[in-house]
């Protein structure tokens, strides 16, 4: 029934693992291409998990087409028709970031969270026989919430839990399967912990029994490449502003439980993907930019991987492969630098810590200082020109099962590639000046 193909170099059975990459990223050199970064130099954007920073071709996208074709597509006029160019390019710029088997299998809207809510609603309204759905204590609440709201309709529910180093196993997932499941709903990486998923491993015992599987991708966009066949999943949500590009969000699923999935749509819209999923007017400009995202992680992929250009669909998604592992494999020594640097201060993290496990994560890592209020350490950090974030993360679920009170929660510090080891130096600072 499900025949995904070969796992690839970027995703193992143990998640996605970090991949080789050919060339070293030269990080301090790309920042020049990011005006937030250049415009406001003694700032550390460390709070990336809430949205990361554009590159100017981003923003030179998006302004281009605010002032040269900003009208409605499905015109016989010039502007109009270079607006379904650039959805179709769109389209399948994110195609190649995946690995889709087809562009139509993309749908562009507002954002990841409205995409859960479409498919559960779909759901919901076709449950049948199969109407069991497991989540997981550990995601962000989207990707829960959006589920649990179907008891309504008669779902039922079982609990994928985290276990005590901050990790989903596989093997925990095999006895809340049977004959009744319809859909395993998780993240590829925790938006709170940075931890990776085993979403491939998961994908089998899902197939196995005869079940779906969704993967909330959005943590894990901007770390490391993705690859839907590897995964071998049936669908998946991410929200472009978390991968360098304006706010927006898109979903990819199989072409035929696309096909099948009962929809809102207009009675105009044809009834098959990715029309039948775009209900309404999405912000043409966002895609756009998002469109220019996937080029700069191609670009990025062409330089560390000495590449050349070659704008065919396989030749396009070895060159964002390329970059994505290159941003892996340094985002591993980012990684590093902050846990030994969280370790010297005696912080407790929450969740993967021991460096020999660091392909196991991505570079966010939530921890809080013994006795130090969050709220008092973001204060400190914001009054050194670093943004990080304090709270729950959108993850109260998770706050709970760490025994933290969901009020104040912990601190997080989310890095992406443009962050360098001398802004996590500015950090320590920073932390060993808090009492």
Request: proline share 5%; aromatic share 8%.
């Amino acid at each position: 029934m499900h025949k995904g193909s070969q796992v690839s170099g970027d995703v193992s059975r143990a998640g996605a693992a970090a991949p080789r990459a050919t060339g070293a990223l030269p990080a301090q050199a790309l920042r020049t291409s990011f005006p937030a970064l250049t415009r406001n130099p003694g700032f550390a954007f460390f709070d990336n998990a809430a949205g990361a920073q554009v590159p100017q071709q981003v923003l030179d996208a998006v302004t281009t087409h605010l002032l040269d074709h900003n009208v409605q597509r499905g015109g016989r006029y010039p502007q109009s028709e270079a607006v379904d160019r650039t959805i179709a390019r769109a389209r399948g710029r994110v195609a190649a970031l995946l690995n889709a088997y087809r562009p139509e299998e993309v749908a562009f809207g507002m954002n990841a969270t409205s995409f859960i809510r479409l498919v559960s609603l779909a759901m919901g309204q076709s449950l049948g026989v199969r109407n069991e759905f497991v989540v997981t204590d550990m995601d962000h609440e989207a990707n829960i919430a959006t589920w649990l709201v179907l008891e309504r309709f008669g779902a039922k529910f079982r609990w994928w839990r985290m276990r005590e180093d901050g990790r989903l196993h596989a093997e925990d997932l095999r006895p809340l399967l049977g004959e009744r499941t319809r859909l395993v709903a998780c993240a590829l990486a925790s938006n709170a912990l940075g931890t990776v998923v085993e979403v491939r491993a998961a994908a089998d015992l899902a197939h196995a029994a005869g079940a779906e599987i969704f993967l909330d991708s959005v943590h894990y966009g901007p770390h490391g490449p993705i690859d839907v066949q590897a995964l071998d999943c049936d669908y998946l949500v991410c929200s472009g502003y978390k991968i360098f590009s304006p706010h927006m969000g898109f979903l990819w699923g199989r072409y035929e439980l696309l096909e099948r999935l009962p929809t809102f749509r207009e009675d105009f819209i044809p009834d098959a993907p990715p029309g039948k999923i775009e209900a309404g007017t999405f912000i043409y400009e966002n895609v756009a930019g998002m469109a220019a995202a996937v080029d700069y992680l191609a670009d990025l992929g062409r330089t560390v991987g000495g590449l050349g250009r070659d704008e065919t669909d396989a030749g396009l998604r070895r060159s964002v492969h390329a970059g994505m592992a290159a941003i892996r494999a340094y985002e591993g020594e980012l990684s590093l630098a902050l846990l030994a640097l969280l370790r010297e201060r005696g912080a407790r993290v929450y969740g993967i810590s021991e460096p020999a496990l660091v392909h196991a994560r991505v570079p966010t890592v939530l921890f809080n200082l013994p006795g130090i209020e969050p709220a008092k350490v973001t204060e400190a950090a914001a009054r050194a020109q670093i943004g990080i974030r304090d709270g729950h993360m959108y993850s109260p679920r998770l706050m709970q099962r760490l025994g933290l009170a969901v009020e104040s929660g912990a601190v997080r510090v989310s890095l992406v590639h443009y962050n360098t080891p001398d802004e996590i130096a500015r950090l320590g600072d920073v932390l060993r000046g808090v009492h």
